[in-house]
C-alpha cells in the first residue's frame, strides 16, 4: 500500500491545498518503518517503547499492509481506555507523570488548522475559520477542542478548557458518524461536570 501511495503524483505543491487524505500517514509509517529496523516486529517494538508502554496502553494492535508498514491512517485497534490514555497525552501537552513522550510543541502544532482546514495534523480541529469548525463551535464544543476521528465514527475528544478527554466507541454508519449525536454527549458531559449550586 505505501509503495503505491509513494508512486502517485502530487496534484499541487505542498502547502498550496489542502485534502483529506489517508496515504499521507501511510507514507509516513512507512518512513518510520525504514528509520526503526524495516520489519514489522521493529514497528511494534518502537511503538511500544516509544509510546504505548510510557502512556500505559497494553492492548494496541495494528494492521499492516504486505511489506509489514502500519496503515497508519486506520486499522489501530485498542480498548477505550488505551484510547482515553493517548488523548489525555495530548491533554498535558505530550507529558506523562513528568516524562515528556512528544515533542514540546507537538500538540500545538498539530492542532492547529492547514490551509483554512478544519484539520491539522492527524487531528481536526475548532481552531479557525472552517465552516465545520464554526458549526461544531456553534453547537456547543468549545473552540480549543480537538479530536481523532477513526473508521466508524470511533473518536477521541479533547476539550483543554475542561480539563476532559471523551471516547466514543462504536460503529456507526451513518454519513457523518453521527457527529451531532457526539456534539450532544460532549454538551451533556460538561454540563454534568459543571458544579451543582448549594440552595
Same mark, same amino acid.
Given at each position: ?17 489542502? #485534502? ?17 529496523? @524495516? ?13 504505548? #508502554?510510557?502512556?500505559?496502553?497494553? @492492548? ?13 491512517? $486506520? ?11 493517548? @488523548? ?5 501537552? @505530550? ?15 498539530? $492542532? ?5 482546514? #478544519? ?22 464544543? =468549545? ?31 451513518? =454519513? ?24
Amino acid at each position: 500500500m505505501a509503495a503505491f501511495a509513494a508512486s502517485r503524483r502530487l496534484k499541487t505543491k505542498p502547502g498550496e491545498r489542502f #485534502d483529506y487524505a489517508s496515504p499521507n500517514t501511510l507514507l509516513v509509517a512507512s518512513i518510520i518503518r525504514q528509520k526503526v529496523g @524495516g520489519s514489522e516486529t521493529d514497528v511494534l517494538n518502537f511503538a511500544r517503547r516509544e509510546l504505548f #508502554d510510557p502512556v500505559g496502553m497494553r @492492548g494496541v494492535v495494528f494492521e499492516t499492509d504486505a511489506a509489514g508498514t502500519p496503515i497508519g491512517s $486506520t486499522r489501530m485497534l485498542a480498548p477505550a481506555r488505551d484510547w482515553a490514555r493517548l @488523548g489525555l497525552l495530548y491533554l498535558h501537552d @505530550g507529558v506523562v507523570d513528568g516524562r515528556r513522550i512528544l515533542p514540546e510543541g507537538w500538540v500545538a502544532w498539530s $492542532t492547529r488548522p492547514t490551509l483554512g482546514s #478544519d484539520y491539522g495534523a492527524g487531528l481536526w480541529t475548532n481552531a479557525g475559520d472552517a465552516p465545520n469548525a464554526k458549526g461544531r463551535v456553534r453547537a456547543g464544543m =468549545p473552540r480549543d477542542a480537538y479530536f481523532a476521528s477513526g473508521r466508524l465514527g470511533q473518536r477521541i475528544y479533547v476539550l483543554p478548557s475542561q480539563d476532559l478527554v471523551i471516547v466514543r466507541m462504536g460503529a456507526t454508519w451513518s =454519513p457523518d458518524f453521527d457527529i451531532a449525536g457526539d456534539l450532544r454527549l460532549i454538551r451533556e458531559t460538561i454540563a454534568a461536570l459543571e458544579p451543582v449550586p448549594r440552595p
